[in-house]
T-cell receptor, first 111, second 111 residues
Framework: GQQLNQSPQSMFIQEGEDVSMNCTSS?????WLWYKQDPGEGPVLLIA?????ELTSNGRLTAQFGITRKDSFLNISASIPSDVGIYFC???????????FGSGTQLTVLP | EADIYQTPRYLVIGTGKKITLECSQT?????MYWYQQDPGMELHLIHY???????EKGDLSSESTVSRIRTEHFPLTLESARPSHTSQYLC??????????FGSGTQLSVL
């Protein structure tokens, strides 16, 4: 299947700092998604991107769909303790448009 | 606030046992999915269904089977559990293709 590479694999930041993570692929995709998984729960959709170059915000979160359609970036501003979790990028792939998830970025926010 | 439920939340069983993981949703979604996830790792699609009496295998080969007799119910069965089946199993449903609603998961441990 398609491979999505997320970096960094993990991050430790101080509360109040901004965070940036990215997701890259060797293939072109027309839809990029960002999900967050809280500890002990299933992932929840944060942002969906449908157009190359698109920049979309959801509160303190901002995501961008790369112009090459092979990457996407997620930024979190002024981090707070509840931002802790694993952030996954995802793309639609296959004839059935099922989602393929990246390897995740584990975020830890220190007080 | 998604109305999708998985039971049991945790399951510890011996090798060779038959098990069924339950998943139900009350949102009337046509599409349902089973993902397998090792701790802190990416999600792998093992089964999906886009409607009643329709099931497909996902990208990750799995010895489990699924059924979709009713819209709201999508159980996963392992006929003979083995230690290699130890993992977290996440069920999800959706109306479209991007926004999946996940359950809290079943953590399966096979001894």
């Amino acid at each position: 299947g398609q491979q999505l590479n997320q970096s960094p694999q993990s991050m430790f930041i101080q509360e109040g700092e901004d965070v940036s993570m990215n997701c890259t692929s060797s293939s072109i995709f027309n839809t990029w998604l960002w999900y967050k998984q809280d500890p002990g729960e299933g992932p929840v959709l944060l942002i969906a991107l449908y157009k190359a170059g698109e920049l979309t915000s959801n509160g303190r979160l901002t995501a961008q769909f790369g112009i090459t359609r092979k990457d996407s970036f997620l930024n979190i501003s002024a981090s707070i303790p509840s931002d802790v979790g694993i952030y996954f990028c995802a793309v639609q792939s296959g004839s059935a448009r099922q989602l393929t998830f990246g390897s995740g970025t584990q975020l830890t926010v220190l007080p | 606030e998604a109305d999708i439920y998985q039971t049991p939340r945790y399951l510890v069983i011996g090798t060779g046992k038959k098990i069924t993981l339950e998943c139900s949703q009350t949102m009337g979604h046509d599409k349902m999915y089973w993902y397998q996830q090792d701790p802190g790792m990416e999600l792998h699609l093992i089964h999906y269904s886009y409607g009643v009496n329709s099931t497909e295998k996902g990208d990750l080969s799995s010895e489990s089977t699924v059924s979709r007799i009713r819209t709201e119910h999508f159980p996963l069965t392992l006929e003979s559990a083995r230690p290699s089946h130890t993992s977290q199993y996440l069920c999800a449903s959706s109306a479209g293709y991007e926004k999946l609603f996940f359950g809290s998961g079943t953590q399966l441990s096979v001894l």
